[in-house]
């Protein structure tokens, strides 16, 4: 069963709040009045889509964005504007497509991932860290 609403973490609460105090012990020891957590839109490669999907015209996709969101928010909308407008985006898009969990292309794992075994969440593709070019 997907949880969309997870409970918080104890210790990561635990953990944020002493971080806190370190940093601005002016503010003296914070209490949390109120804590929540939620689910991160990640890929399993952990790189965004960015994308116009092929089999539905008209329908672009912008997703993925591992928590980065907020970020990269604004350019990542410029970019998908300009890509539904046809405009010229300034941008290969090839690591961003749609199709590279379809075309039999081995996944490449994002930079951020390091050696991290996700290969039995992608089932049958070929994973290839980016970085060092080994298999997990």
Request: glycine content about 14%; charged content about 15%; hydrophobic content about 40%.
């Amino acid at each position: 069963m997907r949880v969309l609403n997870p409970a918080p973490g104890k210790s990561d609460l635990t953990s944020i709040r002493r971080g806190f105090d370190s940093l601005y012990p002016r503010f003296g020891p914070v209490r949390l009045k109120t804590t929540w957590a939620g689910m991160i839109d990640a890929m399993p490669d952990v790189v965004p889509v960015v994308d116009q999907v092929a089999a539905i015209n008209g329908l672009f996709v912008a997703t993925g964005m591992s928590g980065h969101g907020f970020g990269i928010g604004p350019g990542i909308g410029r970019v998908a504007s300009d890509l539904i407008q046809g405009n010229g985006i300034g941008h290969n898009l090839h690591r961003f497509r749609l199709s590279r969990f379809t075309d039999g292309s081995a996944i490449l794992l994002g930079p951020a991932i390091g050696r991290v075994r996700l290969c039995p969440l992608l089932a049958a593709q070929r994973c290839q860290h980016q970085a060092s070019g080994e298999w997990v």
